[in-house]
């Protein structure tokens, strides 16, 4: 064992000791049974929607419990730090509406990025070190690699243990030697597990499990050659989640497997053991079978396609709340997002996420919405994804405000063609001028194969006797005319029993109109979107055939 003296003699002359911390980090003053919960993405890559998912449940056990939900950036991994992921990860807490109760402008508990709070793990460090709870390790690359040579050819266990850890029973002599020549080194936590043991606790979600003990000396704190000192995951999760007061650790099923090691550094450095609660990953259905959403090969795994493509945030949070309780999906949106989240019914086996489903559930959300409502959101998203939509929209207005009343205002069923707000410009984009792409093609196959001759007729005739839509006229009739002078029969059932007769049907002179004023073959009531558009507008488009229209 080193002595106090040398143990010191390695952090700076000034680092606190434990008392310090515990002081300027005391207990939070909460109702009994509040729950203060953490959400610790890594910065190494992009927020993963299981992410969003599992801080949403944090932030809903917090706020129910009358509790705390912060959210702590777990950077110690420098190497791996990918520039812009902070930034993402704080779009999408907004977006989702799951930013922390407390950060650094506001908390009394910060640094919340771990790359920060370097001299508070120093303390503890050197605290199990005088214990000798942790030692030195001198161990190279190289060692490492024979270790595990010999260790697969003995058909022993892989780690850094027992009488394969070089350095754990060292000569402090040996250790003192090294440090005088100036050779880098790690510190390792001493595990205290003997062989064959086991450990059990209960799990919020899961119950009662029981486990192999950690065997292995993990690292806690990198190489003594690199700057800042900073700690392993492992290492600073124990002291942050203690001095930050955290009591539920809400994480990925992936973890369960590190619950050993961290309930034993829990107990080494004196703290409370936290309560855990793993919950299962979300999965993708590929043929018949399952498999993690992964963000390599899905894109709907990465929460910037959620952001990107104008999912509406509530019916994403509610698809989501859904899959932690199947008795959230049963609610009407407003209730389900206002009902606590149980973690007793949060199941074991992975939730499919089914984009089907989701694209539904938008679906009808944007339906709950008002004109207002969905012209203010697109407005938002378009300025950053699609800058000439928001351009057209902030321009016209008001078209936008007519387009978007078309079988939605005052109906019982309104439209469901609007699931997210990149979908816009493909269902509504025909209403703007700007965005149109004018129909000048009488053989285009939008006409179904109608004559050209005959398609150049119907819009003529229809340009020549326009009468736009009022509350007085029955626009539809002058179709209806137009087709029966035309020689259009008056009906898909009698033009069938008598097809040479005629030149199509009425629905095929109407379809000529559609696609004129729409460039679809599908779109809502001919009237209402005549309405919208003007009769200037209507006739420019039905004229665009060609001087003899």
């Known amino acids: 064992m080193l ?3 040398i143990v010191d003699s390695l952090f700076p002359p000034d680092l606190p000791e434990p008392e310090h911390w515990e002081q300027r980090y005391p207990p939070r003053e909460l109702p009994e049974g509040a729950q203060v919960t953490r959400f610790s993405p890594s910065p190494t890559g992009f927020l993963h929607i299981g992410g969003v998912y599992a801080a949403t449940i944090d932030v809903d056990v917090a706020r129910h419990s009358h509790g705390v939900y912060l959210v702590r950036l777990e950077d110690t991994d420098r190497a791996r730090v990918a520039e812009g992921a902070a930034a993402q990860f704080a779009e999408a807490f907004a977006y989702f509406s799951i930013g922390p109760d407390e950060d650094d402008q506001n908390g009394q508990y910060g640094p919340y990025l771990q790359s920060l709070r370097a001299q508070i793990y120093l303390t503890y460090v050197r605290e199990l070190l005088r214990q000798d709870k942790a030692y030195l390790c001198f161990a190279t690359k190289q060692d490492l690699e024979e270790i595990t040579a010999r260790q697969r050819a003995a058909g022993a266990l892989p780690g850094y243990y027992g009488k394969w850890a070089l350095w754990r029973d060292a000569d402090p002599a040996r250790v003192v030697e090294r440090l005088e020549a100036g050779d880098p080194y790690v510190v390792r936590f001493r595990s205290p597990a003997a062989a064959g043991a086991r450990v059990s606790f209960t799990d919020a979600i899961r119950g009662e499990l029981t486990l192999d003990a950690n065997r292995n000396d993990a690292v806690i704190l990198k190489s003594s050659d690199t700057e800042p000192r900073l700690p392993t995951y492992h290492f600073a999760h124990a002291v942050d989640d203690h001095l930050m007061r955290v009591t539920l650790v809400i994480r990925g099923e992936e973890w369960i497997s590190s619950v050993p090691l961290h309930l034993q550094l829990f107990d080494a450095l004196g703290f409370p053991r936290v309560r855990y609660a793993h919950i299962a990953l979300l999965m993708k259905q590929e043929g018949g079978s399952r498999r993690k959403l992964s963000k390599r ?138 965005l149109f792409d004018l129909v000048t093609d009488p053989a285009d196959e939008r006409f179904g194969g109608l004559d050209p001759d005959v398609v150049r007729a119907v819009a003529r005739a229809f340009a020549d006797g326009y009468q736009p839509p009022t509350a007085d006229t029955e626009w539809f009739g002058q179709i209806r005319q137009l087709a029966a002078d035309l020689g259009f029969a008056p009906s898909q059932k009698v033009y069938k029993q008598d097809p040479a007769a005629y030149r199509g049907s009425i629905a095929d002179a109407s379809q000529v109109i559609r696609v004129l004023l729409t460039g679809t073959r599908r779109s809502p009531e001919l009237s209402q979107v005549a309405a919208a558009l003007g009769p200037d507008e209507v006739l420019r488009r039905v004229r665009a055939l060609g001087a003899s229209c």
């Open 297 to 434: 090969r899905d894109p709907e795994a990465t929460v910037s396609f959620y952001i990107e493509q104008g999912y509406p945030a509530p019916a994403v949070q509610y698809y989501l709340r859904g899959l932690a309780n199947g008795r959230l999906a049963e609610m009407p949106l407003p209730e389900a997002l206002a009902a606590p989240i149980r973690l007793s019914e949060c199941g074991t086996a992975g939730p499919l996420v089914d984009m089907v489903k989701l694209d539904d559930i938008c679906a009808d959300y944007v339906a709950t919405l008002s004109g207002e409502q969905i012209l203010a959101e697109v407005t938002i998203w378009a300025r950053r994804y699609d800058p000439d939509l928001a351009a057209v929209l902030e321009t016209e207005r008001e078209r936008a405000l007519r387009a978007l009343s078309i079988e939605r205002d005052g109906v019982a069923n309104p439209r469901k063609d609007l699931r997210k707000w990149a979908d816009f410009r493909a269902v509504y984009g025909y209403f703007f001028p700007p």
């Open 3 to 5: 002595t106090r003296t």
